[in-house]
């Protein structure tokens, strides 16, 4: 089995600050970790993915830090705009196959 | 995700009745999944296929069936749908490449359903 715990369960940031998103996993994998991305009424897309033996990974704004000896890793987004208020998950693979462990999701607001 | 599509959006129904969930997709994708959405709880895994032949019990598959009727058809069932079946559901697909190597799963846009 495995647990994904994701915290904070929202936040509000203003435009331009740094959002930071954390999640703490329980057992080793070695597929990619990946965060996806929820706008209401929309299903999760997947925004970014690090593999497990990277400590960082970035594309554009956005970056995963990832612990691998702490079992943590993190979202951050850089320069944060209205447009990126919504939901975010982080998730861990599970042993075997294709299959995710998702945390409890992030809801964040971006003020203008 | 137009490529991944879920019928019906919305339902409302009563306990006890049968509920069928549909999800279609055109990505060619042989792995398909059902998960279910609940405020704080994130995304739960119900059922997962691998391919047509191949059916397995995700965390929480108490209370629901499914049926792969093709490559890219997989329908969810409540046979006796219950108040605390009221949740989002998501419909997903993958393939082995690129769900392997990156942890990607294309989603649905959902199915809201309300059990009263």
């Known amino acids: 089995q495995q647990q994904v715990k994701q915290s904070p369960q929202s936040l509000i940031v203003q435009k331009g600050g740094i959002s930071i998103i954390n999640c703490a996993y329980e057992n080793t994998a070695f597929d990619y970790f990946p965060w996806y991305q929820q706008f209401p009424g929309k299903g999760p897309a997947l925004l970014i993915a690090?593999?497990?033996?990277?400590s960082e990974k970035k594309e554009g704004r956005f970056t995963i830090s990832f612990n691998k000896s702490a079992k943590q890793f993190s979202l951050h987004i850089m320069d944060s705009q209205p447009g990126d208020s919504a939901t975010y998950f982080c998730a861990a693979p599970k042993a075997a196959g294709n299959k995710l462990t998702f945390g409890g999701g992030t809801r964040v607001l971006v003020k203008p | 995700d137009a490529d991944v599509t879920q019928t019906p959006r919305n339902r409302i129904t009563k306990t006890g009745k049968r509920i069928m969930l549909e999800c279609s997709q055109t990505?060619?994708?042989?792995?398909m999944y059902w998960y279910r959405q609940d405020p704080g709880l994130g995304l739960r895994l119900i059922y997962y296929?691998?391919?047509?032949?191949?059916?397995n019990k995700g965390e929480i598959s108490d209370g629901y069936s499914v049926s792969r009727q093709a490559q890219a058809k997989f329908s969810l069932s409540l046979e006796s749908a219950i108040p605390n079946q009221t949740a989002l559901y998501f419909c997903a697909t993958s393939d082995a490449s690129t769900g392997g190597l990156r942890g990607e799963q294309f989603f649905g846009p959902g199915t809201r359903l309300t059990v009263l």
């Open positions: 990505k060619g994708h042989d792995r």
């Open positions: 690090i593999r497990p033996d990277v």
């Open positions: 296929s691998f391919d047509v032949k191949d059916i």
